[in-house]
């Protein structure tokens, strides 16, 4: 037991950040499941860590509230963005999405309420390793859920044929919708409880090089399931701790490693002992 | 005491106050092993002002073994980790030491933002930390265990206002500066302040963004108002297509900037047109001060490049901590309360003391940029 | 001042234009978006540094040679991350990733070997590029070379697609790949052909940027790995014409933005008329392709 609390004293933070990028992993994957190569999930993350942040220390509410109302703005942004990229798929998706991430990052940058290039510190930090993986917890659970509904049936047949969920009568424009908004939210999740064990934010945090990274664990751990996101965010967000002792060699060690597991297991890790494992093709 | 007893006292007092110098001498830390904790971004979008860090704390490592650091005959190492310029693991990086119970300080990050995240957790652990590069306002109201040896430029840039304006006493001026990385943008709205304040008139403000490349647009819009001075907050590779651009598209505007140009390579860089621009900086590689001449020129040696300001203030962090394990702190208590207690020591920084809000005390030094390096601006 | 503006923006435009062709041609013929085209951008202005200021060889050589040169990395890209997945099958997602990890290695090995610092192909006081005017514009010799240069290589390339034989087995391959190949074209060698030119000129982007601005460092991919991505949104997917105008709108968006004192919402507007295009006009101004379906 005292092992195990000395442990948890010497690497609480890296614990927090597994639990936050498995969150964010999982926000992604849920757009990668209905076939959405949606990258906008580091703005919707930034949207409701500022949010979240600017009601803590601007208005003082209470960490709960400022999860929820974090959560509740990434969500509408997210329904909201639905519309203007319907009608697109794929790469076409991809970029618009990447460029709209660029857009909050300017805002967030040039706005006198988000501190701009400064950034906001000072946060509280209330957001503690219990309240980071019950909220994963949660995520996980709650996707589970979805995945025995028809719903989950649903994006299945969009991520697979779209023509073809259309013609049994599947409303594709509201399943997209509406994944594109789970993915709002859970992102929006990640990014409150990033605010408030971060001590700090700042546009930087949520521009394309932090996308890139979360996609990166999405599809190294697998982007067929929850299970997959999660893993592939755990063992990366390790990875530079691990490798550490290679020093200037840790950098190429990381491409050569992403660059190795893609090619040998492109359907990610999770695809490795999942039997009859679902190839996405997206 | 007889005539010739006092010059001698008097010359040994100032040998102790100018010291270090060759032999170490055998403190209370005699023979005990300090560990300092450095957290730098040696690899990744900051790894250009990391890795002079790095260099400095190796040079540091064997002048401490050498002698040429005095530690008081301690056993003492700076240990510098690579962050890689990400945040997550500036955090870990600062857990770790905090927690390892065989840290005495830990000295970093390389960026105000890493800082930001990480200090706080210093703070709590009521650990001692000290900056060296981390300048935005703000960074050590974080704990009272948070210092910093690097000059901010809220403390630089009003002299250069002042001795610039003093001497060519201008009445118009432009500001451009980066609008998304904390530094510049400090920067920015410091020089904006204070030419206001000095009565000067700012005709126009532009920005860019880190990385760019292409001026030439913002710099044609300021030159169509003529300035007479234009104000740049930048870090070196951007100041120094700025420079180069102005020069191409025939401003003749005097330029000022902060920090970022201090470097003794703009000129050559930039080319003639970063003749006689005036930098506002906290080390001028040129300075006599005896650690500082034996520094640049072991330095220039052992990495083929002279120092920077990054190098230097590192180097000088080093020497600082030091000097308190030469006057027996070797934990984290013993070097926080001797962080507390400490009125000067002698760097290649010059003397550097800390005010009240653990900020360094030096005086900043206005320099002329010229075809070799620097020249004190008069 | 306006006249000063327009120049800016046209020869920033030129070099946008020379890079984005590259994004283009790879996403035409194979429906990959490789985002390792920054880092040979990025590793054939050393490689020029190299050659240039290493080895003392004169600047149109050395810039040939690390065109060249970065031809070859994409040919080997293509040979290790894309070639064996085109075989399994996997989509646009897994190769995409795979790109990524080949960027990181490029750019680790340019630390390994040329460290952090920034490199310079002259040094300030031997530039006496003198500074030429067209009415109160001013530009030097070297803009003008390197502006002519992107000219000549997009026209180039614009002939070899439209009228040599190999251009035409690369948008047979991009038009329909299996009908190709049973119409016998050779798909690897036509693959590997499109993968030398379109990193050749992104590499020869490289080495104009680097000489543009007399830096070359490691992260100078960056910026314009994203705008790159905007401005064959605009020209429209797989369309080189497209990419070409997409560049320099896109430059003359940015040089406006700024002109107009909007610099620090360059990037917001840039993106913006990407999502309008996008929106409004999926194909862009001159695609070619209908929308992709998943």
């Given at each position: 037991m005292n092992a195990l609390l000395d442990f948890y004293a010497k690497h609480s933070q890296l614990i927090d950040q597994i639990g936050i990028n498995a969150i964010l992993a999982l926000s992604l994957s849920v757009s990668l499941q209905a076939g959405q190569l949606a990258l906008a999930q580091v703005a919707f993350m930034g949207i409701a860590a500022y949010v979240s942040t600017i009601l803590a220390l601007n208005a003082h509410w209470p960490l709960a509230a400022t999860i929820v109302a974090g959560v509740v703005a990434s969500t509408i942004v997210a329904a909201l963005l639905a519309f203007p990229v319907r009608r697109l798929r794929g790469v076409f998706l991809a970029i618009a999405t990447i460029g709209f991430g660029e857009i909050v990052r300017v805002f967030a940058n040039n706005l006198a309420i988000t501190g701009g290039a400064?950034?906001?510190?000072?946060?509280?930090?209330?957001?503690?390793?219990?309240?980071?993986?019950?909220?994963?917890?949660?995520?996980?659970?709650?996707?589970?859920?979805?995945?025995?509904?028809?719903?989950?049936?649903?994006?299945?047949?969009?991520?697979?044929?779209?023509h073809a969920a259309r013609g049994v009568g599947v409303d594709v424009g509201t399943v997209r919708l509406l994944s594109l908004a789970l993915g709002g939210a859970i992102a929006g999740l990640g990014g409150a409880l990033h605010a408030h064990s971060s001590n700090f934010i700042t546009p930087a945090d949520f521009g394309f090089a932090t996308m890139e990274q979360v996609l990166v664990w999405c599809v190294i751990g697998g982007v067929t399931s929850p299970l997959g996101a999660v893993l592939g965010a755990a063992l990366l967000s390790i990875l530079p701790e691990v490798i550490r002792v290679l020093a200037d060699y840790r950098e190429i060690t990381n491409g050569v490693i992403l660059l190795a597991v893609i090619l040998f297991v492109p359907g990610g890790i999770a695809s490795l002992w999942r039997r009859g494992a679902v190839r996405v093709r997206v | 005491m007889n005539r010739t007893m006092v010059p001698a006292l008097a010359l040994l007092a100032i040998a102790a106050l100018v010291a270090p110098s060759g032999a170490a001498s055998k403190g209370p830390a005699a023979g005990k092993t300090v560990h300092v904790g450095v957290i730098a971004d040696v690899t990744g979008g900051a790894g250009v002002y990391g890795t002079p860090q790095k260099n400095a704390y190796e040079m540091a490592n064997d002048d401490v073994k050498s002698g040429k650091i005095d530690a008081g005959g301690a056993n003492l190492t700076f240990d510098v980790a690579d962050a890689a310029t990400d945040g997550a693991q500036v955090v870990n990086l600062m857990q770790k030491y905090t927690t390892d119970g065989s840290t005495a300080i830990v000295l970093g990050p390389t960026l105000s933002g890493e800082a930001f995240k990480a200090f706080p957790l210093a703070a709590r652990?009521?650990?001692?930390?000290?900056?060296?590069?981390?300048?935005?306002?703000?960074?050590?109201?974080?704990?009272?265990?948070?210092?910093?040896?690097?000059?901010?430029?809220?403390?630089?840039?009003?002299?250069?206002?002042?001795?610039?304006?003093?001497?060519?006493?201008?009445?118009?001026?432009?500001?451009?500066?980066?609008?998304?990385?904390?530094?510049?943008?400090?920067?920015?709205?410091?020089?904006?302040?204070?030419?206001?304040?000095?009565?000067?008139?700012?005709?126009?403000t532009e920005t860019f963004h880190i990385k760019d490349t292409d001026f030439q647009a913002a710099l044609t819009r300021i030159e169509s108002k003529h300035p007479d001075v234009i104000a740049i907050g930048a870090l070196f590779p951007e100041a120094t297509k700025i420079i180069a651009q102005a020069g191409k598209l025939g401003i003749k505007a005097h330029l000022i900037g902060g920090n970022g140009l201090n470097s003794p390579e703009m000129y050559s860089v930039a080319g003639p047109a970063a003749q006689g621009a005036v930098v506002g900086a906290a080390w001028f590689s040129g300075a006599k001060y005896s650690s500082n001449v034996d520094f640049v020129k072991r330095y220039t040696a052992k990495y083929g490049k002279g120092p920077d300001q990054f190098a230097a203030q590192s180097y000088a962090a080093a020497q600082i901590v030091a000097y308190l394990v030469a006057?027996?702190?070797?934990?984290?208590?013993?070097?926080?309360?001797?962080?507390?207690?400490?009125?000067?020591?002698?760097?290649?920084?010059?003397?550097?003391?800390?005010?009240?809000?653990?900020d360094a005390k030096s005086s900043p030094v206005i320099l002329s940029i010229v075809k070799d390096g620097f020249a004190y601006f008069h | 001042?306006?006249?000063?503006?327009?120049?800016?923006?046209?020869?920033?435009?030129?070099?946008?234009?020379?890079?984005?062709?590259?994004?283009?041609?790879?996403?035409?013929?194979?429906?990959?978006?490789?985002?390792?085209?920054?880092?040979?951008?990025?590793?054939?202005?050393?490689?020029?540094?190299?050659?240039?200021?290493?080895?003392?060889?004169?600047?149109?050589?050395?810039?040939?040679?690390?065109?060249?040169?970065?031809?070859?990395?994409?040919?080997?890209?293509?040979?290790?991350?894309?070639?064996?997945?085109?075989?399994?099958?996997?989509?646009?997602?897994?190769?995409?990733?795979?790109?990524?990890?080949?960027?990181?290695?490029?750019?680790?090995?340019?630390?390994?070997?040329?460290?952090?610092?920034?490199?310079?192909?002259?040094?300030?006081?031997?530039?006496?590029?003198?500074?030429?005017?067209?009415?109160?514009?001013?530009?030097?010799?070297?803009?003008?070379?390197?502006?002519?240069?992107?000219?000549?290589?997009?026209?180039?390339?614009?002939?070899?697609?439209?009228?040599?034989?190999?251009?035409?087995?690369?948008?047979?391959?991009?038009?329909?790949?299996?009908?190709?190949?049973?119409?016998?074209?050779?798909?690897?060698?036509?693959?590997?052909?499109?993968?030398?030119?379109?990193?050749?000129?992104?590499?020869?982007?490289?080495?104009?940027?680097?000489?543009?601005?007399?830096?070359?460092?490691?992260?100078?991919?960056?910026?314009?790995?994203?705008?790159?991505?905007?401005?064959?949104?605009?020209?429209?997917?797989?369309?080189v014409t497209g990419a070409v105008i997409g560049g320099f709108v896109i430059g003359a968006v940015e040089t406006l933005a700024t002109a107009a004192g909007l610099s620090e919402w360059r990037d917001a507007i840039t993106f913006g008329v990407m999502f309008l295009i996008l929106v409004a006009r999926p194909t862009g101004f001159f695609g070619k392709r209908a929308l992709r379906q998943a």
């Open positions: 400064e950034g906001i510190s000072g946060i509280p930090n209330d957001a503690g390793t219990g309240v980071i993986y019950a909220s994963l917890a949660l995520v996980v659970l709650a996707l589970f859920a979805l995945s025995r509904t028809r719903f989950a049936l649903a994006v299945a047949l969009v991520r697979e044929d779209e | 652990a009521n650990f001692p930390v000290m900056g060296t590069s981390t300048t935005a306002e703000g960074v050590t109201a974080l704990g009272p265990t948070v210092y910093r040896d690097s000059l901010a430029e809220s403390q630089v840039i009003p002299t250069t206002v002042k001795r610039t304006h003093d001497k060519w006493h201008y009445k118009t001026a432009a500001v451009i500066f980066g609008d998304d990385n904390a530094f510049t943008k400090t920067d920015g709205d410091i020089f904006a302040r204070e030419l206001k304040a000095a009565g000067v008139d700012v005709v126009d006057h027996g702190a070797t934990n984290k208590d013993e070097m926080a309360a001797g962080l507390k207690g400490v009125r000067v020591v002698q760097t290649v920084l010059g003397p550097i003391g800390f005010d009240a809000n653990r | 001042m306006i006249a000063q503006q327009l120049l800016n923006g046209l020869f920033l435009g030129a070099v946008y234009a020379l890079f984005a062709v590259g994004y283009t041609l790879v996403f035409g013929v194979l429906d990959i978006l490789n985002l390792a085209h920054a880092a040979i951008f990025t590793a054939a202005a050393f490689a020029a540094f190299s050659l240039a200021v290493g080895t003392g060889m004169p600047l149109p050589l050395a810039f040939l040679i690390a065109a060249a040169m970065a031809g070859i990395i994409g040919i080997l890209l293509d040979r290790v991350a894309f070639a064996p997945l085109r075989r399994r099958n996997a989509g646009t997602l897994v190769p995409l990733i795979s790109s990524i990890g080949v960027a990181i290695i490029i750019g680790a090995t340019l630390r390994g070997i040329y460290g952090v610092d920034e490199r310079h192909f002259t040094t300030g006081a031997a530039d006496t590029a003198p500074v030429l005017h067209l009415g109160p514009a001013a530009f030097t010799i070297v803009e003008l070379t390197i502006f002519l240069a992107a000219v000549v290589l997009m026209f180039v390339l614009s002939w070899t697609l439209r009228a040599s034989p190999l251009g035409r087995r690369i948008r047979a391959v991009a038009e329909d790949r299996v009908a190709a190949a049973l119409l016998g074209v050779n798909l690897e060698r036509t693959i590997a052909a499109t993968f030398f030119i379109a990193s050749s000129l992104g590499g020869a982007a490289g080495v104009l940027t680097g000489l543009e601005y007399n830096s070359v460092t490691l992260d100078m991919g960056g910026p314009i790995e994203l705008k790159g991505l905007a401005i064959i949104i605009l020209g429209g997917m797989g369309s």
